[in-house]
């Protein structure tokens, strides 16, 4: 199956490339190992779009939607896929309140049909969480 924007589906129309969307902070050390990812990711995964998100707005017309952020409360790099397990879970939450409550509100409307947030632990190093986060993405996105 194609993977990239080059590639053409069997009808002759392009291929949509698969987005994930990388939440953080980068002022914060322990909030922006995302973006310090992003170059990595992208090399490792040309036929993936990673995408520096600026705010919950970025994803709000998105029905299908794939994120990376870090989280607190996480022993190991994990993917998440339930809604409810971000905003009420405090272990488990992420902690960009903006990005919780705009997935919640996207689901009670009906707009958010498919999640997957890919979440490192703060307190991670660049290479572990890479190292960790490469297995996700191969299992869950190829």
């Known amino acids: 199956m194609p993977k990239s924007d080059g590639d053409l589906k069997p009808h002759g129309t392009k291929a949509k490339?698969?987005?994930?969307?990388?939440?953080?902070?980068?002022?914060?050390?322990?909030?922006?190992?995302?973006?310090?990812?992003?170059?990595?990711?992208?090399?490792?995964?040309?036929?993936?779009?990673f995408v520096e998100a600026n705010s919950p707005d970025d994803i709000e017309?998105?029905?299908?939607?794939?994120?990376?952020?870090?989280?607190k409360g996480i022993k190991e790099v994990s993917v998440l896929t339930d809604v409810d397990s971000l905003c009420s879970n405090r272990t488990c939450s992420?902690?960009?309140?903006?990005?919780?409550?705009?997935?919640?509100l996207m689901q009670k409307m009906g707009k958010l049909k498919k999640l997957r947030v890919f979440c490192i632990p703060m307190s991670y190093s660049k290479a572990k969480a890479f190292a960790e986060l490469k297995k996700l993405v191969k299992a869950q996105l190829r």
């Open 17 to 49: 490339r698969q987005t994930v969307y990388c939440f953080g902070n980068p002022l914060l050390k322990e909030d922006s190992l995302p973006f310090l990812l992003i170059p990595q990711l992208r090399k490792e995964f040309p036929d993936i779009e």
């Open 61 to 71: 017309e998105r029905p299908e939607i794939d994120i990376l952020d870090t989280a």
């Open 94 to 104: 992420l902690h960009d309140f903006d990005l919780g409550m705009t997935l919640k």
